[in-house]
């Protein structure tokens, strides 16, 4: 049976492979998707800025996440981040609009530097020494792995259709229950 501090831990090794989830995910509906919206002005274009938003996002939202980590805390950051990842990543199986989309990209970047931010921090709340350096062992292994799997996911749903990629991002939904029982500050 797992106990609070099992699911804590596994809540933060999930949580980390988010990060690399935010990206890969999609590119295999992209071919797809600039097919669906080739009438759009400059849509090759916007089109791999879906893929490529979340990243600019996440770098300008990052020092603004460890500042509310902060000020709020590790845990009322987290969770607002996963309930955002979750709507805002899910906002290409929702929108058929190209810009609606975008919208939902750059919001799914500002939760990943929330998630990634906190998770990580929460990692070094928690863990010191050795046990710090084994845990971040871990969590690299874990999105090495998460990176396989959901890049692999996304091109199995891309080949149903482009848009059904972004339901893997309500994979935010599976860990909120784990932050909101196991996370301590």
Do not use: H
């Amino acid at each position: 049976m797992l106990n609070k501090t099992s699911i804590r831990n596994l809540t933060l090794l999930l949580g980390s492979t988010m990060t690399v989830m935010a990206g890969a995910t999609i590119a295999p509906a992209l071919p797809e998707m600039t097919l669906v919206f080739q009438d759009v002005p400059n849509a090759d274009f916007l089109v791999k800025l879906v893929l490529t938003i979340p990243a600019l996002l996440i770098a300008i939202g990052a020092p603004f996440s460890g500042a509310l980590l902060d000020r709020w805390g590790r845990k009322p950051v987290i969770i607002t981040g996963l309930i955002l990842y979750g709507l805002a990543g899910t906002s290409g199986f929702v929108f058929d609009s190209l810009f609606g989309i975008l919208v939902g990209r750059a919001l799914l970047g500002l939760a990943v530097a929330g998630v990634m931010i906190g998770f990580t921090t929460l990692i070094a709340d928690y863990f010191s020494g050795d046990k710090r350096n084994q845990f971040m062992g871990y969590q690299a292994g874990f999105m090495g792995f998460g990176g396989v799997i959901f890049l692999l996911a996304g091109g199995y749903l891309a080949d149903i259709g482009w848009q059904y990629p972004f339901l893997i991002y309500l994979f935010a939904f599976v860990i909120l229950p784990g932050a909101l029982f196991a996370i301590d500050e």
